[in-house]
């Protein structure tokens, strides 16, 4: 069950109760994922900080953060903000089930766990890992692009390319929060793009990333095309 490319899916899973992390863990890893256990939600809120995963599994009462404040962590990450979240708990309760769904979960397993609900749950879920994975997956890509923000209009170069994003080099006039208009085009057939974008993330000393929004069906397909037929590579 690992992805496309031969690497295995990230996964983290949090939980107090060492047996269930062990449990988590046997039935798991055999599935072909990669698994960090975390006993400690205040490591785990840490490692969604800069850790990108494709699934996290987290038990609802933590000590410290319990698992709605952890989820709310995990969302407002830059890394996971929309990673798939799997919450397990031995309260089987519609008002727990509601508010874990509130605070951004993706699937709701009630203990005791066992291998048949793992296994039924991860199948399902596949489809929607691995769509996560592509849409996040960043391949490497130097290309000039046109950036027009603000009344300015200027050329800067690309580092790396996501279906949901990009990362530009050169970009120092560019601040937090701004919204440009990019105009490049992808190689391979050459495949001109039109794509309004946000300001994510500066990096120093002069890069900065930007999250592509609501980019237009044709320049989506394109972006999709062009990353399948790397993947495939």
Same mark, same amino acid.
């Given at each position: ?7 295995? /899916?990230?996964?983290?899973? !949090?939980?107090?109760?060492?047996? !269930? ?12 994922? $990669? ?11 840490? *490692?969604?900080?800069?850790?990108k995963f494709d699934m996290i599994a987290l038990d609802v009462y933590l000590p410290e953060l319990n698992g709605f404040e952890l989820t709310t962590r995990i969302r407002a990450s830059q890394p ?12 089987? $309760? ?20 066992s291998t048949s609900k793992v296994r039924d749950l991860f199948a399902s879920a596949r489809s929607t890992l691995l769509h996560e994975r592509r849409h996040c997956l960043r391949l490497p890509l ?5 950036? *027009? ?5 200027? *050329? !800067? ?10 990362? /530009? ?16 085009? /992808?190689? @391979? ?29 044709? @320049? ?7 990353? !399948? ?5």
């Amino acid at each position: 069950m690992a992805e496309e490319n031969g690497s295995p /899916l990230k996964l983290m899973v !949090v939980d107090d109760d060492r047996d !269930v992390l062990g449990l988590f863990r046997s039935l798991v890893s055999p599935l072909g994922y $990669d698994v960090l256990s975390l006993s400690d939600s205040r490591e785990a809120a840490q *490692r969604v900080a800069t850790d990108k995963f494709d699934m996290i599994a987290l038990d609802v009462y933590l000590p410290e953060l319990n698992g709605f404040e952890l989820t709310t962590r995990i969302r407002a990450s830059q890394p996971n903000r929309h990673v798939p979240i799997l919450m397990f708990t031995g309260y089987d $309760d519609v008002e727990t089930m509601r508010k874990g769904f509130d605070v951004g979960i993706t699937y709701y397993l009630a203990k005791p766990l066992s291998t048949s609900k793992v296994r039924d749950l991860f199948a399902s879920a596949r489809s929607t890992l691995l769509h996560e994975r592509r849409h996040c997956l960043r391949l490497p890509l130097r290309m000039e692009v046109d950036c *027009r923000c603000l009344g300015r209009r200027f *050329r !800067v170069f690309s580092i790396n390319l996501a279906q949901g994003g990009i990362l /530009l080099e050169g970009s120092n006039s560019l601040a937090y929060g701004d919204i440009a208009h990019l105009e490049f085009a /992808l190689p @391979e057939p050459p495949q001109p793009l039109k794509l309004t974008a946000k300001v994510v993330r500066k990096i120093e000393p002069d890069f900065v990333a930007l999250e592509f929004i609501d980019p237009a069906p044709a @320049e989506r397909a394109a972006l999709q095309n062009y990353f !399948v037929s790397k993947v495939r590579d």
